[in-house]
């Protein structure tokens, strides 16, 4: 899937700024294992799921098998907001399918306004919020510095 790239102050705090500072590999293990378990969390289906994290350079990687390109896609977003992690190199493996665009959320956006953008349409910010889930549990609950997944309609 390739690189994506975020904002390193944005994001779920899963690990202390001073752990994920130290370049050390018992911090960097720490930090990998805690957004290893953050994305088991998402329940997307992966297998043989491997995460590494290099606080130096805030890059986690990540390898396994993902069942769909979309939940490849929704690993990367959810290793990648969270605090500390500048980008994200996802080496999953998916059964082929068209990549989505992606979202960086700046203050004021909804995502009503985010749909109107992509769709032309408003009213179809529902499909957005579905694509996110389970990262997303409320349509109204976005941040800036976020990274949102938007899908082709199809």
Do not use: W
Request: no cysteine; charged share 15%.
């Amino acid at each position: 899937m390739g690189l994506l790239s975020f904002i390193k102050e944005a994001g779920e705090k899963l690990f202390g700024g001073s752990s994920a500072q130290a370049a050390t590999p018992d911090a960097n293990q720490a930090a990998a294992a805690a957004i290893k378990t953050y994305i088991e969390t998402q329940n997307l289906g992966l297998t043989r799921l491997e995460v590494t994290y290099t606080a130096s350079t805030g890059v986690v990687t990540l390898a396994g098998q993902a069942p769909s390109q979309e939940a490849s896609e929704k690993a990367s977003l959810a290793a990648g907001n969270v605090a500390n992690v500048t980008s994200v190199e996802n080496n999953l493996v998916a059964p082929a399918a068209p990549p989505a665009q992606y979202h960086d959320v700046v203050r004021g956006d909804t995502l009503s306004a985010i749909s109107k953008k992509y769709y032309g349409d408003a009213n179809k910010y529902n499909v957005i919020f579905e694509a996110n889930k389970p990262m997303l549990s409320n349509p109204d609950k976005i941040y800036p510095g976020q990274k949102l997944r938007i899908p082709a309609l199809g």
